[in-house]
Nanobody
Framework: QVQLVESGGGLVQPGGSLRLSCAAS????????LTWYRQAPGKERELVAS???????NYADSVKGRFTISRVNSEKRVYLQMNTLKPDDTAVYFC????????????WGQGTQVTVSS
């Protein structure tokens, strides 16, 4: 019912910026919680940022002040603006949509690679 597709990843130098985008299908977008996760090689998946249906945001301490999550419900899209990137930000970034409509369910995108290197 719900499909998510991430885009915007790539190679960037330390101190640079990227904007990730996640496009969703389905009818539950406006009532869903949207979250960006990331997973680096050899590391567990971690929460990066989330935004609720009423636009309350939450950030990992490691990205607070550098990353901004936003949503545009009319576009069924969630963004992650990443500034002042560091090598430790290198990971595959995943978009997650969580909804209670039709049952408590989570949907995941395929991920997009972000590499921060000089």
């Amino acid at each position: 019912q719900v499909q998510l597709v991430e885009s915007g990843g790539g190679l960037v130098q330390p101190g640079g910026s990227l904007r990730l985008s996640c496009a969703a299908s389905g009818s539950t977008f406006s009532l869903a919680r949207l979250t960006w996760y990331r997973q680096a090689p050899g590391k567990e998946r971690e929460l990066v940022a989330s935004i609720s249906s009423v636009y309350v945001t939450n950030y990992a301490d490691s990205v607070k002040g550098r990353f901004t999550i936003s949503r545009v419900n009319s576009e069924k899209r969630v963004y992650l603006q990443m500034n002042t990137l560091k090598p430790d930000d290198t990971a595959v970034y995943f978009c997650n949509l969580a909804t209670t409509i039709g049952g408590n369910r989570d949907y995941w995108g395929q991920g997009t690679q972000v590499t921060v290197s000089s």
